[in-house]
């Protein structure tokens, strides 16, 4: 039969892609099915930056830096904060902890690849203890050399064991009494098609590209969302399989745990409805709300709990926010995510990622200033605000709050330092303690006076789904009696990384890259 293989992917993406892979050097014969074109294979791993967490790794050690298996485990469990009923996401982070070297790391090295030297510390925890060491690693090339080497290595089994059908939607699963047995699809030309294996595999994602799904789902605690949400991933990632699987009896589990960013602007180049772009927010910005007042009490500053900015910004049910900031600041902090504005590392040029680390992105901010009406540059504050409010006039900043917002900042950093007494300023002092980190931490100066001024309006954006289907350790679906389905698995962002949410309430940061790559080779190795 044409249409049956022993294993049936659902997802071109990182996981997808690795499952078959690993599937196909077990001999098995795979059909991938993917809802989009051939050109987007990968999925968002094409645009993605290549971050991960990794423990013990070479390259902490040549930075002096010890890490355990045993520590990064308490850090994950703190920052997760996992409930009483979360027992495989926290077994998934056991597993992720212990194995990150030999099955994520070797592993992305044997497909040619090499990560950078500097590690970075990221989500170092506020009111919430996260990563008490550096451990977040960039992929030299970023994550889209991951996906051109692993498209590679597939290209070998393609017209024999691999058959790829691409722009063709999975829509059912086949269930017979106590089994999958396949799905049905609609290909490219809108024909209705079944496929058969004895084992399916559900690797489409997350749902944070469905933003009525992402309103759905949010969490209650946090007040509605804000109304200029946007996507930060892509709107086929609609979490239709997650209801695919609940409509067979399986299980999904904390699906209002989600990894959203604060720092969102409209994509200039947008792809589709509410496309977003994801900033790194510099943490030498003053960040107001609306009308001009530094957002607290604490400031809001990137590297320690990325979801308590949101929460906390989501709870003021303010339209936006703003980042003010002047073009020093902008030179050596700003950056976005994703490979599209970091060419350097995706192009593995060196000496250009060099001369931007050291003396400013200047191509970046000026892009902005041109292409993005929410990037907005003045020499005056006088000039600036009326600038601001072209851009909102119906929720106009105060020029007296603002003013006095940025004064009171600038009569703290004037003095010296022994009398700082700001706990941003606090912040930004531990951040440059760590060399990697220094290089991107502007020494604390007056904001006001010199270069010129630059705020952005930002709004929240979504980008991962902490939860999703659930999953024991062998990346099998779990059904309501918590007992196995047989036939049926789940990988990736669609099993909430494993477990149905192993991340728990907050990730320690690159652990999603790597989250599909561990899950996508046990699924293969389970089969």
């Known amino acids: 039969m044409k249409n049956k293989a022993d294993v049936i992917i659902i997802g071109a993406g990182i996981s997808g892609l690795v499952c078959a892979l690993e599937s196909l050097r077990q001999g098995k014969k795979v059909i991938i099915l993917d809802a989009q074109s051939r050109e987007r294979a990968g999925g968002l791993a094409r645009v993605a930056f290549g971050g991960m967490a990794l423990i013990d790794t070479p390259e902490q050690k040549s930075k002096g830096i010890r890490d355990s298996a045993e520590i990064a485990f308490n850090d994950w469990c703190s920052f997760a904060e996992f409930g009483l009923k979360d027992h495989w996401p926290k077994q998934w982070a056991k597993y992720y902890t212990e194995n990150s070297i030999s099955e994520i790391y070797e592993y992305v090295k044997s497909l040619g690849l090499k990560f950078l030297p500097a590690v970075n510390w990221v989500e170092r925890g506020l009111y919430t203890p996260g990563n008490s060491l550096p451990r977040y690693h960039i992929l030299w090339g970023a994550s889209l050399r991951l996906v051109t080497q692993l498209i590679k290595q597939l290209a070998e089994y ?272 531990s951040i440059r303690k760590w060399g990697t980190d220094k290089l991107r931490a502007c020494y604390p100066k007056p904001i006001q006076g010199g270069t010129p001024l630059i705020a952005i309006k930002l709004n929240l954006i979504t980008r991962k789904c902490l939860g999703g289907i659930k999953t024991d350790l062998s990346c099998r679906v779990l059904n309501m009696a918590e007992q196995p389905i047989k036939g049926l698995y789940a990988i990736g962002e669609a099993s909430g990384f494993g477990g149905g949410g192993t991340n728990g309430k907050r990730s320690l940061e690159g652990t999603f890259l790597s989250g599909c790559i561990l899950t996508a080779r046990q699924a293969a190795r389970s089969i």
């Open 158 to 429: 393609e017209n024999n064991l691999l058959t790829y059908q691409f722009q063709c939607r999975a829509t059912k699963l086949i269930k017979t009494a106590d089994s999958i047995i396949g799905c049905c699809a609609t290909n490219k030309q809108h024909q209705e098609v079944e496929y058969y294996a004895e084992a399916v595999v559900v690797a489409s994602g997350g749902f944070t590209g469905n933003l009525d799904k992402v309103r759905q789902e949010w969490p209650e605690d946090w007040g509605e969302p804000q109304a200029g949400l946007l996507n930060g991933t892509h709107p086929s990632n609609d979490g239709k399989m997650h209801d695919c699987v609940e409509d067979i009896g399986g299980q999904t589990s904390n699906m209002h745990n989600m990894w959203n960013y604060a720092a969102g602007i409209p994509n200039p180049n947008a792809d589709f409805e509410n496309h977003g772009l994801s900033l790194i927010p510099p943490r030498s910005a003053i960040w107001i709300d609306n009308k001009g007042h530094r957002i607290g009490p604490e400031p809001l500053v990137s590297s320690f709990d990325t979801m308590h900015m949101c929460r906390q910004i989501n709870r003021l049910q303010i339209p936006h926010s703003w980042q003010i900031m002047n073009r020093r600041i902008a030179l050596k902090e700003l950056a976005i995510s994703g490979s599209e504005h970091n060419t350097a590392i995706r192009d593995r040029q060196f000496i250009t990622m060099l001369k931007e680390v050291l003396l400013g992105n200047k191509k970046l901010v000026d892009k902005m200033l041109r292409e993005s009406d929410h990037f907005i540059q003045a020499d005056k504050l006088e000039d600036l605000v009326p600038k601001m409010n072209n851009l909102t006039p119906n929720s106009p900043v105060s020029f007296d709050a603002l003013k006095n917002t940025l004064d009171r900042f600038d009569q703290v950093v004037s003095r010296k330092e022994s009398l700082w007494n700001d706990d941003q300023l606090r912040r930004i002092m």
